[in-house]
C-alpha cells in the first residue's frame, strides 16, 4: 500500500519569513496530493490540493509544488503570520482507495 | 450549509466495554470515511462507505466494525475497549470519496480507562 513520509516533524520560523515542508510517496498510482491544516483542538481543514497532472499550484501565500518523477512534493508558505501555527498533514490517493496521510509538521510561527 | 457532525464529542468508557459513535455527512456527500488520531501514529484509515457499501478497509482489528444507512449517516462500533483505543475519531465526507475533498468533522475524543 501507498506510504507517505513527511519532514520535518517540527519547524519554527519567525513570522514573515517562509516555511517549507516537504513529502514524498511510495505509489506511483498516486494521483491526488492535499494538504491539511489543524489547529490545536479542531479538526483537519483542507487548505490546498493537486492533482498528478499539474506542477504547482498557488493561492495566496500558499503553494504546492509535484514532482511525480521523484515521488515528491511540498507545501511552501510565504510570509508566515502567527495563524499559521498549527500542525500541517501531507497525504495521497490513488482515487480509488483511502487517502494515506503523513505524520504530521508542528509549525510554530515565532512572533 | 452543514458541515461533518459527529456526535457525541466526547466519551468516557471503561475496558471491555463497546461503543458506537456517529456521524452525518454533508448533504449530497455520499462518501464517508473513519480515521483514528493518536499522538504516536498520526491518522490512521479505519474503514470507508459509499452508499451503504463498505469501499475500503485499513489494518485494524475485527472490534473495529461500521455501518452506512440510506441517508449516508455512518456508524462506527468499537466491542470490547482496550485502553490503546483511546483516540480521537475523525470521519470524513466527500462527494466520491477515494481520498478527493474530504471535509472532516470535529471528531469524537474517546477515553478508555
Known amino acids: 500500500g501507498e506510504n507517505v513520509e513527511q519532514h520535518p516533524s517540527t519547524l519554527s520560523v519567525q513570522e514573515g519569513d517562509s516555511a517549507v515542508i516537504k513529502c514524498t510517496y511510495s505509489?506511483?498510482?498516486?494521483?491526488?496530493f492535499p494538504w491539511y491544516k489543524q489547529e490545536l483542538g479542531k479538526r483537519p481543514q483542507l487548505i490546498i490540493d493537486?492533482?498528478?497532472?499539474?506542477g504547482e499550484k498557488k493561492d495566496q501565500r500558499i503553494a504546492v509544488t509535484l514532482n511525480k518523477t521523484a515521488k515528491h512534493f511540498s507545501l511552501h508558505i510565504t510570509e508566515t503570520q502567527p495563524e499559521d501555527s498549527a500542525v500541517y498533514f501531507c497525504a495521497a490517493s490513488n482515487g480509488n482507495e483511502k487517502l494515506t496521510f503523513g505524520t504530521g509538521t508542528r509549525l510554530t510561527i515565532i512572533p | 450549509k452543514a458541515g461533518v457532525t459527529q456526535t457525541p464529542r466526547y466519551l468516557i468508557k471503561t475496558r471491555g466495554q463497546q461503543v458506537t459513535l456517529s456521524c452525518s455527512p454533508i448533504s449530497g456527500h455520499r462518501s464517508v470515511s473513519w480515521y483514528q488520531q493518536t499522538p504516536g501514529q498520526g491518522l490512521q484509515f479505519l474503514f470507508e462507505y459509499f452508499s451503504e457499501t463498505q469501499r475500503n478497509k485499513g489494518n485494524f482489528p475485527g472490534r473495529f466494525s461500521g455501518r452506512q444507512f440510506s441517508n449516508s449517516r455512518s456508524e462506527m462500533n468499537v466491542s470490547t475497549l482496550e485502553l490503546g483505543d483511546s483516540a480521537l475519531y475523525l470521519c470524513a465526507s466527500s462527494v466520491t470519496g477515494g481520498g478527493y475533498g474530504y471535509t472532516f468533522g470535529s471528531g469524537t475524543r474517546l477515553t478508555v480507562v
Open positions: 505509489d506511483s498510482a498516486s494521483n491526488y
Open positions: 493537486i492533482r498528478s497532472n499539474v
